[in-house]
């Protein structure tokens, strides 16, 4: 255990599993993980299945990013390539993760976007429900599962259900590529347009 002043007190541990699941019991708690090792952990993803919230920065390679769709859909997950591990990069992504607002680099969210239009088939055979359609809106505007569940008037599960359709019929492994690529081609846009208010 040692101490930093940018950071509080740091813990570190042989298991990624453990430690992730330790960081997400304690709501001040950020792990930083390798992705590779996470997934290559036999224990996962058996240990995610109720998480609800989770604070993790996850360490990512060009090698990892196929990985990214093992990994649960969980709002409070940055990213940081290599090129972002510095003292710098790191102090900022930790910033972030504070004011809500997890990192992605640059090349990973490009590298998402690039797989999601390489398959234009499954582009345009995407079509979202009304409630999907307000459920992808709120989503782009950062509200959490609880907070899309309290504004559409359902459960947190039912809110939870449409995110995951959303994710599945646009192909997307998590909501950061969902709100990229929905701003991006214009859907969060047709979305807000077609949606019922809420």
């Known amino acids: 255990m040692g ?108 590298d998402l976007l690039t797989a999601w239009r390489a398959a234009p088939e499954a582009r345009a055979a995407t079509r979202l429900t009304r409630r999907e359609q307000q459920t992808l809106v709120l989503l782009v505007d950062g509200l959490s599962n609880k907070q899309i569940g309290r504004r559409l008037g359902i459960s947190d599960h039912g809110a939870k259900r449409l995110v995951g359709n959303i994710l599945a019929k646009l192909d997307c492994p998590n909501r950061t590529a969902v709100a990229t690529l929905a701003v991006r081609d214009g859907l969060y846009d047709q979305c807000a347009r077609n949606a019922l208010p809420v």
Do not use: N
Not at 12 to 30: K, L
């Open 3 to 110: 101490q930093s002043e940018a950071v509080g007190v740091v813990r570190v541990s042989d298991d990624p599993v453990t430690a992730v699941a330790q960081a997400a019991s304690d709501p001040g708690r950020i792990a930083l993980v390798a992705l590779a090792d996470l997934v290559g952990s036999p224990s996962f993803p058996r240990e995610f299945a109720d998480l609800a919230r989770l604070d993790a920065l996850m360490l990512i390679t060009k090698d990892d990013v196929a990985s990214l769709r093992r990994l649960p859909e969980l709002p409070g997950i940055g990213y940081l390539g290599p090129d972002e591990l510095t003292p710098d990069g790191l102090r900022e992504a930790l910033s972030r993760m504070a004011a809500g607002k997890p990192p992605v680099p640059a090349w990973l969210a490009h």
